[in-house]
């Protein structure tokens, strides 16, 4: 079975600095995808950004990147310029990569972020 | 297209009495899931559907627990004698698979249940 583990379960950052939200991940599968949502407090959840397995590249968009770190199972979240509208919940999740099974996602605990003005 | 909605956003209700949530997918979405997330957790994956057909049930349902997608369109999940530990966050999501894969799963606001 796949586990998801966010062991940092808050973190605080200064408004226009960087932070590091942290994920590991097991899986004996070689094609899955990672994913970090966020959840608004009383709002639903969006996701930030995705990442498949057999790309190299860390996924990038806007302000949000990844370092993937395949052989260390590792998949952080890197937030720059933080914004007051980036406080939430994060949850890392991960998804099986072939089409036709069950596309469910497995989450981790998540990480309540805090934005500092 | 607004989303996936979900009905009620909240409910309290009685142990012992039963409940029904209704979750509406994104029109063009054939995959629908359902979600338990409890306080201070992640989502837990309930239960997948497929157009209409109920492909996977997690260990996490009980018999109490019965999911229903009819026609393929919206969902019901109904919890039968409710106890205080159902009192959760449900969250119900949608996404599309066609050849080219899965896209993205998007999510309701969720239907808050406390069970007293």
């Known amino acids: 079975a796949q586990t998801v583990t966010q062991s940092q379960p808050e973190m605080s950052v200064q408004e226009a600095e960087t932070v590091t939200l942290s994920c590991t991940y097991d899986?004996?599968?070689?094609?899955?995808?990672l994913f970090w949502y966020k959840q608004p407090p009383s709002r639903q959840m969006i996701l930030v950004i995705r990442?498949?397995?057999?790309?190299?590249q860390n996924a990038t968009e806007n302000r949000f990147s990844v370092n993937f770190q395949k052989a260390a199972k590792s998949f952080s979240l890197k937030i720059s310029d933080s914004q007051l509208g980036d406080a939430a919940m994060y949850f890392c999740?991960?998804?099986?990569?072939?089409?036709?099974?069950?596309?469910?996602?497995?989450f981790g605990k998540g990480i309540t972020l805090s934005v500092r003005p | 297209d607004t989303g996936v909605s979900q009905d009620p956003r909240h409910k309290i209700t009685k142990r012992g009495q039963n409940v029904t949530f209704r979750c509406d997918p994104i029109s063009e979405h054939n995959r629908l899931y359902w979600y338990r997330q409890t306080l201070g957790q992640g989502p837990e994956f309930l239960t997948y559907f497929q157009n209409e057909a109920q492909l996977e049930k997690s260990r996490l349902l009980s018999d109490r627990f019965s999911a229903e997608r009819p026609k393929g369109s919206f969902s019901t999940l109904e919890i039968q004698r409710t106890e205080q530990g159902d009192s959760a966050m449900y969250l119900c999501?949608?996404?599309?698979?066609?050849?080219?894969?899965?896209?993205?799963?998007?999510f309701g606001q969720g239907t808050r249940l406390t069970v007293v």
């Open positions: 899986t004996s599968e070689s094609d899955y995808y």
């Open positions: 999740a991960y998804r099986r990569g072939f089409t036709g099974a069950n596309s469910k996602l497995t």
């Open positions: 990442q498949e397995a057999y790309k190299q």
């Open positions: 999501a949608s996404s599309q698979r066609s050849g080219q894969g899965n896209s993205e799963a998007f």
